[in-house]
């Protein structure tokens, strides 16, 4: 079945320095791949969305960019704050009908000043 | 303003009993989905309903239960013969594909998220 890997956490970062979060994905057919972020004890939020290939989300400095050949959805942002600090999960969405989101296991961020 | 909501915010449960778990949303969304979230995992699928009247099983739907009686309402109880209740739930919506007009907004698969119940059990 469908399938999302992404890198283990935890990540700390001081502030100002580059991010990336690496998710990569197993999926039949032509998935929308997503980033959302969770800020403790809260639900998800959309960070951002790619829906076809080579498709570039971005949003709030953070940018990500569907890659079918590498069959991934990095998560790159330049320089983090420590209001980022966060856990960020990527996910796809199963096409077949239901639209079922499959999540990756998320990654922690913590951003010290 | 629009938004799913999600009530209460922390529950305690004693073993052995029922507890449900609301979920409302004034999005106009069609579709809802139950989730668990257990600490270093990513978020699992319990239930999901795409129209009223109407659900489906997710992954992990043993011991759950739920009613889709309303648009706006998707209740999920949380039964006695769930081993393992005590987790983070959260519920989502969105408006399935098909059904979001014309143009670049016509593919709405995108969930939007209420803000989650943590239930525990005693």
């Known amino acids: 079945g469908d399938s999302v890997t992404q890198m283990e956490g935890p990540v700390t970062l001081s502030e100002e320095a580059f991010l990336t979060i690496n998710c990569t994905y197993t999926?039949?057919?032509?998935?929308?791949l997503f980033w959302y972020v969770q800020y403790p004890g809260e639900g998800l939020q959309l960070l951002l969305k790619?829906?076809?290939?080579?498709d570039k989300g971005s949003n709030k400095g953070f940018e990500a960019t569907y890659r079918k050949e590498t069959t991934s959805f990095h998560l790159e942002k330049g320089s983090v704050q420590v209001s980022d600090s966060a856990v960020y999960f990527c996910?796809?969405?199963?096409?077949?009908?239901?639209?079922?989101?499959?999540f990756g296991k998320g990654t922690k961020l913590t951003v010290n000043p | 303003d629009g938004g799913i909501t999600q009530s209460p915010k922390y529950l305690f449960r004693k073993e052995g009993q029922n507890v449900t778990l609301s979920c409302e949303q004034n999005?106009?969304?069609?579709?809802m989905y139950w989730y668990r979230q257990d600490p270093g995992q990513g978020l699992r699928l319990i239930y999901y309903?795409?129209?009223?009247?109407?659900?489906q099983k997710g992954d992990i739907a043993e011991g759950y239960s739920v009613s889709r009686e309303k648009k706006e309402s998707f209740p999920l109880t949380v039964t006695s013969a769930q081993k393992n209740p005590t987790a983070f739930y959260l519920c989502?919506?969105?408006?399935?594909?098909?059904?979001?007009?014309?143009?670049?907004?016509?593919?709405?698969?995108?969930?939007?998220f209420g803000p989650g119940t943590r239930l525990t059990v005693l």
């Open positions: 996910a796809l969405s199963d096409r077949g009908g239901s639209e079922k989101l499959v």
């Open positions: 790619a829906t076809k290939a080579d």
């Open positions: 999005l106009n969304h069609d579709a």
């Open positions: 999926a039949t057919g032509y998935p929308s």
């Open positions: 309903s795409q129209i009223v009247n109407d659900f």
């Open positions: 989502a919506s969105s408006i399935p594909p098909g059904q979001g007009g014309r143009g670049a907004n016509r593919r709405t698969d995108t969930q939007y």
